[in-house]
T-cell receptor, first 117, second 112 residues
């Protein structure tokens, strides 16, 4: 199993450009998450999804959009990148309680380092 | 005020030392408490979890929860250079949760 994979690993954008970050998991998890991690700020939840076709806002959703068209994929979009979106982005996934597995354990991908100039 | 507070460190200790990492929280409704370990340039991985109050031991690691003080700790005995990482605490209200609340992380460096 590959676990949680993220594409791309690195990216440099100019202000105003758009891009999509792709997250894929092969563990049949129901829940998926997008976080950003900045020095001194810890992990902050951007958006999350509790199942295919569903999305919800997290702590810092402004400037980002997400889609979960397939259970195994969760896409994070930046429509018009700003320097404040320079960060490391992590995707994570977990089981739901209805699957009979504990849902507090989140499995993280390796991260995407994004720089917006 | 953040729901979960964690000293960012860095904490630098010699090999073999006992390390104490701590988090405080403000919401008494938290029931599940976790510690994640994050190596440099990697994603976090679950290290330990505890439910409600008490201690849990796993090898050289002990997780402790004091709900009356809203304080959790992770102790590392006989610390090794391979323990050098950032340690994040995380909390949730129940096991059927769709979100975890993370601390900011404490960076630990164990030197030989």
């Amino acid at each position: 199993n590959a676990g949680v994979t993220q594409t791309p690993k690195f990216r440099v954008l100019k202000t105003g450009q758009s891009m999509t970050l792709l997250c894929a998991q092969d563990m049949n998890h129901e829940y998926m998450y997008w976080y950003r991690q900045d020095p001194g700020m810890g992990l902050r939840l951007i958006h999350y999804s509790v199942g295919e076709g569903t999305t919800a806002k997290g702590e810092v959703p402004d400037g980002y959009n997400v889609s979960r068209l397939k259970k195994q994929n969760f896409l994070l979009g930046l429509e018009s990148a700003a320097p404040s979106q320079t960060s490391v982005y992590f995707c994570a996934s977990s089981y739901s309680a209805s699957s009979g597995r504990w849902s507090y354990e989140q499995y993280f991908g390796p991260g995407t380092r994004l720089t917006v100039t | 005020q953040k729901e979960v507070e964690q000293d960012p460190g860095p904490l630098s200790v010699p090999e073999g030392a006992i390390v104490s990492l701590n988090c405080t929280y403000s919401n008494s409704a938290f029931q599940y408490f976790m510690w994640y370990r994050q190596y440099s340039r990697k994603g976090p991985e679950l290290l330990m979890y505890t439910y409600s109050s008490g201690n849990k031991e796993d090898g050289r690691f002990t997780a402790q929860v004091d709900k009356s003080s809203k304080y959790i700790s992770l102790f590392i005995r006989d610390s090794q250079p391979s323990d050098s990482a950032t340690y994040l605490c995380a909390m949730s209200y129940n096991y059927n949760t769709d979100k975890l609340i993370f601390g900011t992380g404490t960076r630990l460096q164990v030197f030989p």
